[in-house]
């Protein structure tokens, strides 16, 4: 997705089960982004560039909690965003929360980009299991960079 100098969509491209839907907004572009399957598992695999050209503003978020459920074979399931900020633009990251269900795997990476006067607000709130199902050792490795 691109995003243009007046907080306009330029181009947008999407496939699979990942969408985007853009509600109303006074200023700027806020970004809905839709998984339609529901969560992620071992071997799913999502990819976004996110281009936020001079002088626009965008706000991301998701419609609900992110969920990664058990990976049934072991592998990892893959989500990468590229987010770049170029010139006096600003991006807010602002996604609810992943949770991590028992013997899920991810692999996530969020790679942003800010040029010269450009801003970034980053969340990533993230939640190990449910300690009411039991839940209580979850995770192998967080890598934060």
């Not at 853009?22 to 990819?47: A, H, Q």
């Not at 976004?48 to 998701?62: G, P, Q």
């Not at 990251?93 to 991810?106: K, N, V, Y």
């Not at 801003?119 to 199902?133: D, H, K, N, S, T």
């Amino acid at each position: 997705m691109t995003t243009g100098g007046q907080s306009k969509i330029k181009n947008l491209f999407q496939q699979g089960s990942s969408r985007a839907l853009f509600p109303r907004r006074v200023n700027g572009i806020e970004c809905i982004m839709i998984n339609t399957s529901g969560g992620l598992t071992g071997g799913d695999k999502f990819s976004n560039t996110i281009i936020c050209e001079d002088h626009s503003h965008l706000t991301i978020s998701t419609q609900g909690c992110e969920r990664i459920y058990k990976s049934g074979d072991g592998t990892t399931a893959v989500v990468e965003n590229k987010v770049i900020v170029k010139n006096a633009s600003r991006v807010n990251w602002l996604p609810q929360e992943t949770i991590i269900f028992d013997q899920g795997r991810i692999k996530r990476q969020l790679k942003v980009e800010l040029s010269s006067e450009a801003e970034a607000l980053i969340v990533e709130p993230v939640i190990f299991g449910r300690l009411a199902m039991g839940e209580t050792n979850i995770w192998d490795i967080l890598k934060i960079r």
